[in-house]
């Protein structure tokens, strides 16, 4: 399966600034999600980040607040804009493989806002 | 609407005893199903997953799972406990025509004391 490389692993930043967040895999995927888990939460999909083309948000979320880039099939950066201690969260990246569907998650960050 | 559910917060297990860790879904068409694990500080770890086939999945660390189409069930078992298994356990299902996303479920926090 995959292997994800995502940083930083945790951050603390200071309320009104931003900060990008990466995901590298080691193999071209086609699907790669971004989600969020707030604390004591599941886990809610923020976008797909579709390569070459704007990402797909969900519902609750938009691009001025989660801004997402994918430039190549392996890799693809997450901002959190404009940040707020409500968006202290778990982020993490997933992709998935193949015909038997196989969903791999990196580390994920762990953001603290203050 | 398509949803996973876990409905217990939490399952309390005494070593070498066997645990059931209970999910229902809904969705529509055939059901792509999985489970996950996550450790503190740590990111998601795959379990095992139904695509199709056998309904009792055998996966990781000696987990497995029944798929039960009648009762829209895919509950998580392991015969024998061990206390490092106490982790934060997820399913999750495949959103049908939704672009490949996951819908998770809440989470159940398994305990399992020596």
């Known amino acids: 399966s995959a292997v994800i490389s995502q940083k930083p692993s945790r951050d603390i930043c200071q309320r009104g600034t931003s900060l990008t967040i990466q995901c590298q895999v080691d193999?071209?995927?086609?699907?790669m999600f971004w989600y969020r888990q707030q604390p004591g939460q599941s886990l809610t999909l923020i976008a797909t980040?579709?390569?070459?083309?704007?990402?797909?948000?969900e519902s609750g979320f938009v691009i001025d607040k989660f801004p997402i880039s994918r430039p190549n099939l392996t890799f693809s950066t997450l901002t959190v804009s404009n940040m707020s201690p409500e968006d202290s969260s778990i982020y993490l990246c997933?992709?998935?493989?193949?015909?038997?569907?196989?969903?791999?998650f990196g580390s994920g960050t762990r953001l603290t806002v203050v | 609407a398509q949803s996973v559910a876990q409905p217990e917060d939490q399952v309390n297990v005494a070593e070498g005893n066997p645990l059931t860790v209970k999910c229902t879904y809904s969705v529509s068409g055939n059901p792509y199903l999985f489970w996950y694990v996550q450790y503190p500080n740590r990111g998601l770890q795959f379990l095992l997953k139904y695509i199709t086939g056998d309904n009792l999945v055998k996966g990781s660390y000696g987990f497995e799972a029944e798929f039960n189409k009648s009762q829209t069930s895919f509950h998580l078992k392991k015969p024998s406990a061990l206390v490092s298994d106490s982790a934060l356990y997820f399913c999750?299902?495949?959103?049908?025509?939704?672009?490949?996303?996951?819908?998770f479920g809440q989470g159940t926090e398994l305990s399992v004391k020596p």
């Open positions: 193999s071209q995927v086609t699907m």
């Open positions: 997933s992709v998935v493989e193949g015909p038997n569907y196989g969903y791999t």
């Open positions: 999750a299902v495949r959103a049908t025509n939704q672009g490949g996303k996951l819908i």
């Open positions: 980040a579709n390569q070459g083309s704007e990402a797909t948000y």
